[in-house]
Nanobody, 122 residues
């Protein structure tokens, strides 16, 4: 069955960095675009970043542009989110997801992971 398993979350001080990983199985990873979303306490789920199946195209939300970077390794069936210069406002559960086409629309994603908590202290 399809599985997306996130890891790498945790507690970090403002200004610090974390690297999230998402290991995929049960589908042909290299044919899917991948995305990262997050949901902060009391907030709606929001788009963070996405990457095309080849890795040649990436997109980030304005709120994370210049601080976060998405990448993928198709040989390892894994997508990453490098998060730098973290702020308390980045505190959220982070989810990875898979879609047929690269998109920021969460309803266009077919598969979702269970999420990993990122907490940024001030």
């Amino acid at each position: 069955q399809v599985q997306l398993v996130e890891s790498g979350g945790g507690l970090v001080q403002a200004g610090g960095s974390l690297r999230l990983s998402c290991a995929a199985s049960g589908f042909v990873f290299k044919t899917y675009a991948m995305g990262w979303f997050r949901q902060g306490p009391g907030k709606e789920r929001e788009f963070v970043a996405s990457i095309s199946w080849s890795g040649g195209n990436t997109y980030q939300a304005d709120s994370v542009k210049g601080r976060f970077a998405i990448s993928r390794d198709n040989a390892k069936n894994t997508v990453y989110l490098q998060m730098n210069s973290l702020k308390p406002g980045d505190t959220a559960v982070y989810y990875c997801a898979a879609a047929r086409l690269v998109t920021a629309q969460d309803d266009e994603y077919d598969y979702w992971g269970q999420g990993t908590q990122v907490t940024v202290s001030s």
